[in-house]
């Protein structure tokens, strides 16, 4: 299995900071990856796919890079509502997998 | 718009069976792949399974073949995930998620439904 590390695990920050994800993965899964975001109580909702696009509807100041084994996610300027959990996950295999989650708090 | 509706809450204990639903709308049902995501309390998201509707054929996670049976009916929309035996560790919300294209993300999800098993 391709295995997904997220750094940091924990991010403190603040209302207007940019703020930005790391996403490593085992091996290449060239753009196969998308970004999500888990407010607490609520379903995943995805944010990023195939490492850059943006999903339809999600603000333009979410914005995601990389390709090969390093994937980024950027928040240009974090608001209120972007307080939650991100999730990255690779698609590339038949066995999608996720990394451990980054907990964006205050 | 395109939805999947899962089923409520269920609390169970040790040693039950269990099955819950993903009923899909908006879309046709058969055309597209259904996985299922597993997330233990305070956890991350894990990958269970992958089902296509149109002739049944599933993908398991290592870490859940055996243990669970992912099925669904195409005559009524709806993909099961099912349990013969439930333990105390099954404890989690299970999300299903669409996937749309042939390699693609996870888009959208039902809502989650929270199975607690507990003596």
């Known amino acids: 299995d391709i295995q997904m590390t997220q750094s940091p695990s924990t991010l403190s920050a603040s209302v207007g900071d940019r703020v930005t994800i790391t996403c490593r993965a085992s091996?290449?899964?060239?753009?196969?990856l998308a970004w999500y975001q888990q407010q607490p109580g609520k379903a995943p909702k995805l944010l990023i796919y195939t490492a850059s696009t943006l999903e339809s509807g999600v603000p333009s100041r979410f914005s995601g890079s990389g390709s090969g084994t390093e994937f980024t996610l950027t928040i240009s300027s974090l608001q209120p509502d972007d307080f939650a959990t991100y999730y990255c996950q690779q698609y590339n295999s038949y066995s999608p997998t996720f990394g451990q989650g980054t907990k964006v708090e205050i | 718009e395109v939805q999947l509706v899962q089923s409520g809450v269920e609390v169970k204990k040790p040693g039950e069976s269990l099955r819950i639903s993903c009923k899909g709308s908006?879309?046709?049902?058969?055309?597209?792949?259904i996985s299922w995501v597993r997330q233990m309390p305070g956890k991350g998201l894990e990958w269970m399974g992958t089902?296509?509707?149109?002739?049944?054929?599933?993908k398991y996670s290592p870490s859940f073949q055996g243990h669970v049976t992912i099925s669904a009916d195409k005559s009524i929309n709806t993909a099961y995930l099912q349990w013969t035996s439930l333990k105390a560790s099954d404890t989690a919300i299970y999300y299903c998620?669409?996937?749309?294209?042939?390699?693609?993300?996870?888009?959208?999800w039902g809502q989650g439904t929270l199975v607690t098993v507990s003596s």
């Open positions: 998620a669409l996937i749309v294209v042939l390699r693609g993300p996870f888009d959208p």
């Open positions: 091996q290449t899964i060239s753009s196969w």
């Open positions: 908006g879309y046709s049902f058969a055309s597209y792949r």
């Open positions: 089902i296509d509707p149109n002739d049944s054929e599933t």
